[in-house]
């Protein structure tokens, strides 16, 4: 069964307590994988798309990774506002159809 | 920016009542989608629409209905509201490519049916 799991669900740091946040996928036909961000109350926003194993991509203290069975979020020096849920999305060729599938997400808190 | 809405931020409904929220989005995206999102769960696709008039299920389309008259606007409709579609329910739109292209949302209505 195609699964997307994120883990922690949830990380408390210190700010400029560098992490990383990790999403893991049990999935065949991988094309695509996205990050979003989520404010309490408000909908996801759109962070990073990676396509392919070794691809990075970076946004002020965000890095995203990618390898052929998980990607991870590293959060560099974070701030207050950085805290939000963090979740991915696995877009996945199956069955001979296309399908996205979120993770539960992570809730990140930064204390200063 | 693109700018997805969705009428209401908080509703309240009881048992039985038939429910619709609206969704609008103003950058000309083909593709439009509802999720609803629950504690613990990831985001699940209720119904997607990839043009006017056309509409697909999603993974938990049951108990729901959608529409799509023009381009820019696509509602979702609980025929009879039921406690258990208690629920965040969250808009999105792409461009062109159904699934591929970036999905932009809207800030959710947060239902509760009593």
């Known amino acids: 069964e195609d699964q997307v799991t994120q883990s922690p669900e949830a990380l408390r740091l210190q700010e400029g307590e560098s992490s990383s946040l990790n999403c893991s996928y049990t999935?065949?036909?991988?094309?695509?994988l996205f990050w979003y961000r989520q404010d309490p109350g408000k909908g996801p926003e759109f962070l990073f798309t990676?396509?392919?194993a070794g691809e990075e991509k970076e946004k002020e203290r965000l890095k995203a990774t990618l390898t052929k069975k998980e990607s991870f979020l590293h959060i560099t020096a974070p701030k207050p506002e950085d805290s939000a849920t963090y979740l991915c999305?696995?877009?996945?060729?199956?069955?001979?159809?296309?399908?996205?599938?979120f993770g539960a997400g992570t809730r990140l808190a930064v204390h200063p | 920016d693109v700018k997805v809405t969705q009428s209401s931020r908080y509703l309240v409904k009881r048992t039985g009542e038939k429910v619709f929220l609206e969704c609008v989005q103003d950058?000309?995206?083909?593709?439009m989608f509802w999720y609803r999102q629950d504690p613990g769960l990831g985001l699940r696709l209720i119904y997607f629409?990839?043009?006017?008039?056309?509409?697909e299920k999603g993974d938990i389309p049951e108990g729901y209905s959608v529409s799509r008259e023009k381009k820019e606007r696509f509602s979702l409709i609980l025929e009879s509201a039921s406690t258990n579609q208690t629920s965040m329910y969250l808009c999105?739109?792409?461009?062109?490519?159904?699934?591929?292209?970036?999905?932009?949302f809207g800030p959710g209505t947060r239902l509760t049916v009593l």
């Open positions: 999105a739109s792409s461009w062109t490519s159904l699934w591929t292209d970036t999905q932009y």
């Open positions: 999935v065949s036909g991988l094309r695509g």
């Open positions: 990676l396509y392919s």
């Open positions: 999305a696995v877009l996945l060729f199956s069955g001979g159809y296309n399908k996205l599938i």
């Open positions: 950058m000309d995206h083909e593709n």
């Open positions: 629409s990839y043009d006017v008039k056309m509409k």
